[in-house]
């Protein structure tokens, strides 16, 4: 399986730390021009109150000191992602379960986990192509707890489906036959690259990417 480098995507919009030491500058330099032009008119027979050029003096230095702290906080953010996202290499290859409804076709095989309540007395896995149309219905034992189910690739006429990324949902009913909502899930694949943009860092795994956080294990082997 070819295994892709660790990439850095551009970020979509303008990080809020950076617009934020841009209003802090813009102020700092409205502050000082102000200050200066104060300065410069004041009546030299009644000189400003020492008192209050001390104060104004306190705020410029106030002004300056945030500026240099967002600029270390913008370093530590940058240093911070970085260390993540060369930590995150060390998924590459390796399998990994993530929270979601993805059903991710592999070699033809796509892995799906399920975790049933109590009460469940019929339970099926639907699975769906792009344009929302069920291509597969795989039926699971309605016991409660994990599940792990997986697919073949193939739609209902027996037809193998090209890999990529589908999208599963579990239908579930009780004994008098009421849909059971809230059914967790979760789907396996395997990580081929890294990437990050203004959401975090992301796993591309397939032709889909899953962020960081939504992982919640590891596994060396392959599905």
Same mark, same amino acid.
């Given at each position: 399986m070819p295994v892709e480098s660790v990439t850095n995507s551009a970020t979509a919009?303008?990080?809020?730390? %950076?617009?934020?030491?841009?209003? /802090?500058? +813009?102020?700092? &330099?409205?502050f000082l021009t102000l200050l200066t032009t104060q300065l410069q008119h004041q009546d030299p027979l009644s000189p400003m109150d020492s #008192?209050?050029? #001390?104060n104004q003096l306190t705020q410029f230095s106030q002004v300056?000191?945030? %500026?240099?702290?967002?600029?270390?906080?913008? !370093? @530590?953010l940058s240093l911070s992602q970085a260390n993540q996202t060369l930590a995150a290499a060390n998924y590459i290859g390796?399998?990994?379960?993530?929270?979601?409804?993805?059903?991710?076709?592999?070699?033809? #095989?796509?892995?799906? /986990?399920? +975790? /049933?309540?109590?009460?469940?007395?019929d339970a099926t896995v639907n699975v769906f192509n792009?344009? $929302?149309e069920i291509i597969a219905a795989l039926p699971i034992s309605a016991e409660s707890g994990p599940h792990t189910v997986v697919w073949n690739g193939k739609n209902s006429a027996g037809i193998q489906q090209?890999?990529? #990324?589908?999208?599963?949902q579990v239908a579930a009913y009780d004994a008098a036959n009421v849909p059971i909502s809230g059914i +967790?899930?979760?789907?396996? $694949?395997?990580?081929?690259?890294?990437?990050?943009? &203004?959401?975090?860092?992301?796993?591309?795994? $397939?032709?889909?990417?899953?962020? @960081?956080? +939504?992982?919640?294990?590891?596994? !060396?082997?392959? %599905?």
């Open positions: 919009g303008t990080p809020s730390s %950076i617009t934020g030491t841009t209003s /802090l500058v +813009d102020n700092f &330099d409205t #008192t209050e050029f #001390t300056e000191q945030a %500026i240099m702290t967002n600029a270390n906080l913008d !370093d @530590l390796k399998t990994i379960e993530a929270n979601g409804s993805t059903a991710l076709l592999q070699d033809g #095989t796509a892995t799906m /986990l399920v +975790d /049933l309540p109590t009460g469940v007395e792009s344009t $929302g090209p890999d990529g #990324t589908y999208n599963f +967790d899930t979760a789907f396996m $694949g395997i990580v081929s690259g890294v990437t990050t943009d &203004d959401q975090g860092t992301l796993l591309k795994v $397939g032709s889909s990417v899953v962020p @960081l956080a +939504d992982v919640i294990a590891v596994h !060396d082997n392959s %599905i």
